[in-house]
């Protein structure tokens, strides 16, 4: 089951960006510039707020619960072919006295191969995130973490402000309990999605 | 109290649309046509390992997390789409699947506040959890504000009031709850 629902996730995604490419004959035309020039802004992200209550999600003294997201990624084109940006993930969660606060933050610079009008492009990708988590009811996770994220992409553009984007990344992770010795980790990763540009 | 605000939210919203939907007809034109797509989401995979991340068997985790959002506008201003979430996690121990499906309506309204038009929203999923033994079923509806960026990108948000029903099966419970929410994100349009 659970290698079937991967190979579908994959089937999806890959899918989409091949339909993606093929459309992309006649738009290659209609570029006029380059995607990747100084002074672009590459935009993304999220932010959501909910406040819910009711039985299925009260406490036993019948307080509901506050949720915030916020999580922003903006880029922008010091030079041609350098996007520097920033990560910033912001979760909260608060139910009566009870609390959980977990922040990402940190710089990211994205190096482009080339800049022309070509519709698949690579990339490098480096970034450095800080993460802070807080929690009155989970403490195994509350310290300071550190990840130092490096790795290869690919950019399918399906328009001129659109393209779909595949990252393989590894990251380097070092966490500090609050009360404990430093213990370090590895992440390995695949992340697709989309990336929308200003011009 | 809060279902007579956003009612009222949504059928003031709507009285102002349908009294001027003339004088942003034209600007309207060139967004949001029928045979129109859109899309959204992301599919993120991750291996963790090392003392942070390994169970007590030793062995790592493998995380997977998928939102897929489609939509397709049949006809002028109406988009009919679906949602579908996926959270997969594995150790050396347990693994639990996670899935939520549902469809969604969205119609924009030909009437332009600022640089964006307003839209309603009505959507519902389904979700399971393995872990909890649980499904979660969302009913909700909204009034929302798209702001065309280029012909191809909007910023979006969305207010809305969603009524959810929990069932934790092994335990034949069923809880109710409902939330008022609000949305900011991006979405992306295919011509």
């Not at chain 2, 996926?86 to 506040?113: C, F, H, M, Q, V």
Request: proline share 3%; glycine share 10%; charged share 20%.
């Amino acid at each position: 089951m659970l290698k079937h629902l991967f190979l579908l996730n994959l089937m999806i995604f890959f899918g989409f960006s091949i339909a993606a490419a093929q459309n992309m004959g006649s738009l290659q035309l209609e570029k006029e510039e380059p995607p990747f020039q100084k002074g672009t802004i590459d935009l993304g992200g999220s932010f959501s707020f909910e406040s819910i209550s009711g039985d299925a999600y009260e406490d036993i003294d019948g307080n509901g619960a506050t949720r915030i997201s916020f999580a922003p990624d903006v880029g922008y084109f010091v030079m041609d072919k350098m996007s520097v940006g920033g990560l910033l993930r912001f979760d909260s969660e608060s139910i009566g006295d009870t609390s959980s606060q977990d922040l990402f933050i940190g710089p990211r610079v994205n190096y482009y191969l080339r800049n022309d009008n070509h519709f698949r492009h690579f990339y490098g990708q480096f970034s450095i995130l800080y993460r802070a988590y807080s929690s009155d009811s989970v403490n195994d996770l509350s310290g300071n973490w550190f990840k130092i994220q490096f790795g290869p992409g690919i950019q399918s553009f399906w328009n001129k402000y659109v393209s779909w984007n595949a990252l393989v990344y590894v990251s380097m992770d070092q966490f500090t309990p609050e009360d404990g010795d430093s213990l370090s980790g590895m992440e390995m990763g695949l992340r697709l999605g989309l990336s929308t540009y200003i011009f | 109290m809060k279902y007579i605000i956003l009612v009222a939210l949504l059928i003031s919203a709507a009285s102002m649309a349908f009294c001027q939907i003339d004088e942003a007809e034209e600007e309207l034109a060139e967004y949001y046509m029928g045979g129109d797509r859109e899309v959204g989401g992301f599919l993120h995979i991750k291996y963790q390992s090392g003392d942070i991340y390994n169970d007590v068997d030793g062995s790592g985790k493998l995380t997977v997390d998928d939102i897929l959002d489609l939509g397709y506008f049949p006809i002028d201003k109406l988009s009919i789409g679906a949602m579908v979430k996926l959270g997969i996690w594995k150790t050396g121990l347990e693994s639990s699947i996670n899935t939520a499906i549902g469809p969604r309506i969205d119609y924009y309204i030909p009437y332009r506040i600022g640089s964006g038009y307003p839209y309603l929203h009505v959507g519902s999923l389904f979700a399971t959890y393995e872990a909890t033994d649980s499904k979660e079923t969302h009913y909700e509806f909204g009034l929302g504000y798209s702001v065309p960026v280029n012909e191809y990108v909007s910023i979006v948000s969305l207010l809305y009031y969603s009524m959810d029903e929990i069932e934790l099966v092994e335990a034949t419970i069923v809880e109710n709850g409902s939330r008022i929410g609000l949305r900011f994100g991006i979405k992306s349009y295919h011509f």
